[in-house]
């Protein structure tokens, strides 16, 4: 188990474990507790870590980060400790791209590669995206905050919490919205791509062409439900992980 100076304040350990190190990271403003109720689906052995952003949750007072840049350079500091053992990444949304960043960055900078890429609701990196939310006026952001069904109803209408919560949304959407892909070397790990049957916002199309950046072999599987299927599937979203990652339980770094 990562001690509580390897983790903080980037990474929570959710559930210990001797094995493997899955580290989930999430969607746009969302912390920790998204991956804490995955424990009783997930199999045993596996520790199960989470990305804890700044101006979310506990860290809700820090400064968030706008730039992907900046961003994985501070996250592959912290999981550099990690890599003491077999490590997979899985990532929803905007958290699927960092995800997939912070892989391409610890095999630049460690020569490490994860045994398995989750990603999970968000599209190829290459295709570019030509919806910029970060710069609308808060009331149009809101409106399609409320229409993309990724916030509780009861935080959207609170204007105090969506207050505190905004500047974190902002920049999580900015991290796509100005992100520069560039080409390089595939992946030497396998790449799930996961998506919801009736997600408008991210189509299996748009998750088909994450098989370029994989030497190892691509698994594209759909989930009853829309964008946010990882909440409303989690049950079968976390044993189709686990059963991917049965190979992996035991090996030791």
């Known amino acids: 188990m990562l001690t509580a100076t390897e983790r903080r304040p980037w990474l929570v350990t959710c559930r210990s474990g001797t094995g493997l190190r899955l580290i989930g990271f999430p969607y746009a403003g969302g912390g920790p507790s998204l991956f804490r109720s995955w424990s009783p689906d997930l199999v ?3 520790e199960l870590c989470a990305v804890h952003l700044p101006g979310r949750e506990a860290r809700m007072k820090d400064a968030p980060i706008g730039d992907l840049r900046l961003l994985v350079a501070e996250l592959v500091e912290a999981i550099g400790p990690c890599c003491d053992r077999p490590l997979a990444l899985f990532g929803h949304s905007i958290g699927g791209l960092v995800a997939f960043a912070c892989a391409r960055e610890l095999r630049r900078r460690f020569g490490i590669t994860p045994v398995h890429l989750f ?3 968000c599209p190829a990196p290459q295709l570019r995206d030509q919806d910029r939310w ?3 006026p808060d009331s149009e952001f809101l409106e399609r905050m409320r229409r993309f069904n990724g916030t509780p109803r009861e935080i959207l209408e609170h204007a105090e919490m969506m207050e505190l919560m905004l500047p974190a949304l902002r920049a999580d959407f900015s991290l796509r919205e100005t992100y520069v892909y560039d080409d390089d070397l595939p992946l030497g790990c396998p790449i799930s791509a996961f998506g919801g049957m009736a997600d408008q916002a991210v189509t299996p199309q748009q998750l088909e062409p994450w098989k ?3 030497s190892e072999g691509f ?4 989930f009853q439900g829309d964008h946010f299927f990882i909440r409303t599937a989690q049950t079968a979203v976390v044993e189709g992980v686990g059963s991917l990652l049965q190979a992996h339980r035991h090996q030791r770094g």
């Open 134 to 136: 970060c710069d609308l």
């Open 219 to 222: 698994q594209l599987w759909l």
């Open 212 to 214: 370029a950046h994989t």
């Open 44 to 46: 045993p052995d596996i």
């Open 119 to 121: 990603v999970s609701g």
